[in-house]
């Protein structure tokens, strides 16, 4: 790399973001004072950068908490509830959904329509989850937001230009993803549109949900697919071509049942959610919490025999990458309270380093809207880290 001359415009870009970043972060809302303080920028540099920051919808300012003594306590500031938004949809094996996320990381509209994607081509699904994604943008629009963006979660192999490679369970092969959906963009304006595997959107919305957790953890998403996002350092790792993370296709048992990938006694034929529907009895996913609140022996050993081979799975992973913690998301966070003592105990017996740093296993925060809000939430994310890139976008 070659050392140069920082341009000015590169440093009003940096410290726009570093402005904002510290707002949004901060405990309370900060005043430009709390700003320039923090950030060994001038107050009238800080004062310029607040003005160009409100000015584009990025913040806004609040009343001051009152406080004794003279003087008059100063403004603070606060991520704009009315600024640009994401739009995150997500294509799962048995549901579609949607859902608009502002700037402050509140999700403001959430749309989720179960039916088995199964039996349509590609393009019939694409053109349902267009359908999905106008009505979202509707609704931002009403709801007076300004759709930045939309990031689509999909369970299979993803290319960096959307086009999905390969999706077992969707039997999908080589389909251009963004072409698919464009047409319900259309009337969105030039709306950018990334595609990413849904299991990589979830363990980013988990990374950012809430107070800070471990920076490197395995996120699980149990659907009728198991996909896992590997996050190290409070960075997504994504393998040398983007597709690590098929934890559902890491063999259990190699004389096991064919699995759809082609290859026998994957994950999924143990853990999957329709893997432990058929050994449950179970009609669907709540049909089966209810049978384990109750105390049901045949849900209850369904569970465990889950949890089992999961555990078998995920133990691998950690003596391999030697994360922190396991969240378990999908339909693993609402049973986590059956399938987690069962993981644990694999990882008890099979992880080398468990006697000195036990590993932490818990259900996700966001649940199984983990994909959809990671998703929209990468959009608004991108804003927070270079907003400079939002504020000389040109206006229709």
Known sequence: MTDGPVRQASLREHNLGLVLRHAANAARP?????????????????????????????????????????????AGLVLSASGPAGLGLEINVDYLAACVVDLAGTVRHRDVR???????????????????AADAHAHAAREGLVVAGAALAVPGLVTPDGVVRLAPNLGWRDVDV???VASGLAGSGELALS???EANLAALGELHAGPAGPASFLYVSGEIGIGAGIVLHGALFRGARGWSGELGHVAVRPDGPACRCGARGCLEQYAGQEAILRAASAGDTDDLKARAESGDPATLSALTAAGEALGVAVAGVVNL????AVVLGGIYAPLAPWICPAVVAQI?????????????????????????VGAAGSVVRAIRNHPARWLTRPVS
Not at 43 to 66: K, Q, W
Not at 114 to 132: I, N, S, T, Y
Not at 321 to 324: I, N, Y
């Open 30 to 74: 900060p005043s430009r004072a709390d700003i320039a303080a923090a950030t060994s920028l001038t107050r009238a540099t800080v004062s310029a950068l607040v003005d160009d920051l409100i000015a584009g919808g990025l913040l806004t300012e609040v009343e001051p908490a009152p406080r004794a003594g003279a003087g008059r306590p100063a």
């Open 114 to 132: 179960h039916a088995d994607q199964r039996p349509g081509r590609p393009d019939e699904v694409l053109a349902e989850v267009a359908r999905l």
């Open 178 to 180: 963004p072409a698919g």
């Open 195 to 197: 595609v990413d595997n």
């Open 321 to 324: 990458l030697d994360v922190e």
């Open 348 to 372: 008890h017996c099979r992880v080398l380093t468990d006697a000195w740093s036990p590993v932490d296993v818990r259900p996700s925060v966001l649940g199984g809207d983990a994909a959809v």
